[in-house]
């Protein structure tokens, strides 16, 4: 997780506390002002991300704008909110606003209103890398969109905003999800936006976004702070509650439409959840304490749960970021390290031995599943290392990605259209084992400086890179025209540059943003 500075404006709240005093004499008054003090917050607005501790000053004065010491800072509600007793962090834990009381050095007290939102993400979250199109959050909290779009309209090779059925813009905008068939975008109350199949247990595709409904189908789901969608599960939407619950429901399913709550094999909701993935048959949610618990997506069949485990038997611990397809599921560690599950073939684990029909056919008796789908997390290893220092993750449907934490990209797996970003004739078929990094935009070096990645397409696959600047670059199928090219039929095993226009890059200002992966 990377966390962004922000500009600085003031934020004010004051209350009038005290009166004293009120003169003698028949012939003279004496005014004294009446003791206050005005707590200023040192942030360019109120809002604060969701789990994410922020730096925060507060300013105390009193009447006379004297400096006051602070003596105490308490939350309202410390099921929402905690916050350090000098007021130097504030984290929140539910959405929506609370109050924060300030207790001067002279016993006063005054107090600011805080607003928990969720964190603000500029490329899609945890995306499979299976969509047609592209979507991004802008710093105005709006969304772009271009290449094939969700509701199989008319492509669009330039990033366009996507608007409301009443034809003003889709606003406050958090974060979005782009997958086969429906995308989605949750907004700062946690409220979830539906675009594609089955929208509100409609039989019919949406065309325009529209909000989920709430598990009884009488108000706007809200309280969401996160959302993952499966290409190829017809049950796989995922949603995290701001208490840290799972929700999930279908996309195009009528009966099953409306949210509920996921419960283990105990029937209990699971806790202290983070994050969430979505594959063809499981999903994923991530505690904590990054523990992944792993289930059945089709309500019809048994949950299935059990754990993620690591090659040794142990749980596996301290993920930050998931994402799946149905070939492989992903996982970022805190330390940097990359785990993978899924399909030994066509280089998707990364390890050169699977080349080896006897190694694979002995290592797969021994962890797999089904014959060629590893059940346990390997550690994806370059020159017989496992990778560390990795800030993100990215698929598309045959190639892994990982960005080094030098702003370079690592890929492997196969290509014919150029998503291995190795610089490849256009047409030439490449594959790779092992994680070899990604060519600049020059095709004589490496790329560099970028933060974060997303993959796209399903078997006409590609990737965009988002770079320190803002900027974006993507390589592999321009098919729907989704790097912003004019001719759909050609594909870039190198880095272009993601326009805004003909001839203009796409930029985001990053200071606009909270999260990054």
């Known amino acids: 997780m990377i966390q962004l500075k922000h500009s ?71 099921t929402k909110v905690t916050v350090k007793s000098n007021c130097g962090d504030i984290t929140v834990h539910r959405l929506g606003n609370t109050t924060i009381t300030v207790t001067g050095a002279n016993n006063l007290t005054t107090n600011f209103i805080i607003n928990g939102v969720p964190t603000k993400s500029p490329l899609a979250v945890s995306n499979g890398g299976t969509a047609g199109e592209y979507r991004v959050v802008t710093p105005d909290s709006q969304t772009l969109t271009w290449g094939q779009p969700i509701n199989y309209g008319n492509g669009s090779q330039f990033p366009t905003v996507q608007n409301l059925e009443n034809g003003m813009p889709l606003k406050d905008v958090y974060q979005v999800v782009a997958s086969g068939s429906r995308s989605l975008a949750l907004n700062s109350k946690g409220q979830v936006y539906s675009l594609g199949l089955n929208n509100n247990a409609t039989e019919k595709p949406g ?72 594959g063809p048959a499981y999903g994923y949610a991530v505690n904590e304490d990054g523990n992944v618990f792993q289930w059945s997506l089709n309500p019809f ?129 490449s594959e790779t084992g092992v994680p070899k990094l990604v060519v600049n935009e020059t095709n004589n070096g490496s790329l560099s400086d970028v933060v974060a990645i997303t993959g796209g397409g399903s078997s006409q696959g590609s990737v965009i890179a988002l770079k320190k600047d803002g900027s974006l670059v993507g390589w592999g199928s321009n098919d729907k025209k989704r790097l912003t090219k004019s001719d759909e039929k050609k594909s870039y095993s190198y880095p272009i540059t993601i326009q805004k226009s003909e001839g203009k890059g796409l930029v985001l200002d990053m200071t606009k943003y909270t999260k990054l992966i």
């Open 301 to 429: 069949q048994p949950r299935s749960f059990s754990m993620m485990k690591n090659l040794d038997g142990t749980d596996v611990t301290g993920v930050v970021k998931i994402i799946a397809d149905g070939n492989r599921t992903l996982a970022l560690t805190k330390q940097g390290e990359v785990l993978v599950t899924g399909n030994h073939r066509a280089h998707l684990l990364a390890d050169p031995r699977f080349e080896d029909s006897q190694y694979t056919y002995d290592f797969m008796q021994k962890y797999g599943q089904d014959g060629n789908w590893l059940k346990l997390a390997l550690k994806v290893s370059m020159n017989g290392q496992p990778l560390y220092n990795i800030k993100d993750i990215g698929m598309n449907k045959s190639v892994s990605y990982a960005v080094t934490g030098d702003g370079n990209v690592l890929s492997w797996g196969t290509s014919s259209i150029g998503e291995l970003g190795d610089g490849a004739a256009e047409g030439v078929y």
């Open 207 to 278: 065309f325009y976004p529209e909000l989920v409904l709430n598990e009884n189908g009488q108000k706007p789901l809200n309280n969401i702070v996160t959302l993952a969608s499966s290409s190829d599960n017809d049950f796989g939407v995922l949603g995290v509650t701001d208490d840290g619950k799972v929700m999930q429901w279908s996309k195009n399913t009528k009966s099953l439409n409306l949210p509920t709550f996921v419960l283990d094999k105990n029937q209990q909701n699971l806790e202290n959840i983070r994050m969430v993935a979505a």
């Open 8 to 78: 600085i404006t003031l934020v004010t709240a004051s209350i009038l506390l005290a009166a004293c005093g009120d003169g003698g004499g028949s012939d003279t008054t004496t005014t004294e002002k009446k003791p206050f003090i005005k707590a200023t917050l040192v942030k360019s607005d109120n809002t604060f991300p969701w789990e994410q501790k922020t730096l925060t000053k507060v300013n105390l004065i009193d009447q006379d704008n004297q400096p006051v010491a602070i003596k105490s800072c308490v939350a309202e509600d410390k």
